[in-house]
């Protein structure tokens, strides 16, 4: 556990040097560590769920049996795992080549999922199951092409400063709960967010442009436009029948 604590500290205070240590032998056990301790954490958040002061109009939530605990655990490396595919090749694309192209091809695929999710909040808007796995199947092949030409060693490199970034929103998370939580602060908050948000863009900025050698402006748009994707998985995944409601409340409200 030492060591692990040592490799996330590097991506609190530097992250280029924590670009460098994913290349080590352990570096993925110790991300896998940094990242297990988060995800307990935030299963542990959302079973109190602290800040549900925050917004008075958020579903309530009634109580749920270890079981039902048991699949929002086990939900938690699934998105994960998405979340890493979706974010390395997002980035192998905005890599290289002219700028304005690739943010604009970028910009057009993230749309697909948000389009198709905008169904879970204007079910007038809804395409049908069979159409949104027709649509869902077209939007994968690029993706699946553009994978096959991404090396192993930057799968698992950018994998592992993935796992690393646990340790910034794991620091963040026990803020909030030293800090938001005993005052019930709006605001404290949004400022708490807005300082995770800037930290991890700053740490992903010089720790991932270091991993697919290029610049900061590509490795920060392509961050945000993987985040996009990712942010909609849980609501598709909900209207295809895959996540339960109640797990979705956890995933979307907590």
């Not at 109190?48 to 109009?57: A, E, H």
């Not at 890493?84 to 091809?105: F, H, Q, S, Y």
Request: hydrophobic share 60%; glycine share 6%.
């Amino acid at each position: 556990m030492k060591r692990a604590w040592e490799f996330g500290k590097l991506f609190l205070f530097s992250p280029s040097k924590a670009a460098d240590a994913c290349l080590k032998k352990d570096a993925l056990a110790d991300g896998l560590k940094v990242y297990a301790a988060l995800a307990v954490a935030e299963l542990v958040s959302s079973w109190f769920n602290p800040l549900s002061f925050l917004d008075p109009n958020a579903p309530v939530l009634p109580p749920h049996a270890f079981g039902f605990w048991l699949r929002v655990a086990m939900w938690e490396p699934v998105l994960f795992g998405l979340s890493v595919i979706v974010t390395v090749l997002v980035l192998e694309w905005m890599r290289d080549g002219w700028l304005p192209l690739k943010t604009a091809t970028a910009t057009l695929w993230s749309a697909v999922p948000v389009i198709l999710a905008l169904r879970y909040v204007a079910p007038a808007m809804a395409f049908g199951k069979g159409v949104t796995l027709l649509i869902l199947a077209a939007w994968i092949v690029p993706a699946a092409a553009l994978a096959r030409r991404v090396p192993a060693q930057l799968w698992r490199r950018g994998g592992v400063f993935l796992l690393g970034l646990s340790a910034i929103q794991l620091v963040t998370l026990g803020l909030e709960f030293v800090t938001v939580v005993p005052m019930r602060s709006l605001y404290g908050f949004y400022a708490l967010s807005f300082l995770t948000i800037g930290w991890l863009l700053v740490c992903v900025g010089a720790g991932l442009r270091r991993i697919f050698e290029t610049s900061t402006a590509r490795v920060v748009l392509g961050f945000l436009f993987a985040v996009l994707v990712v942010s909609v998985i849980p609501p598709l995944a909900y209207l295809l029948g895959l996540m339960p409601m109640e797990v979705l409340k956890v995933v979307l409200y907590v």
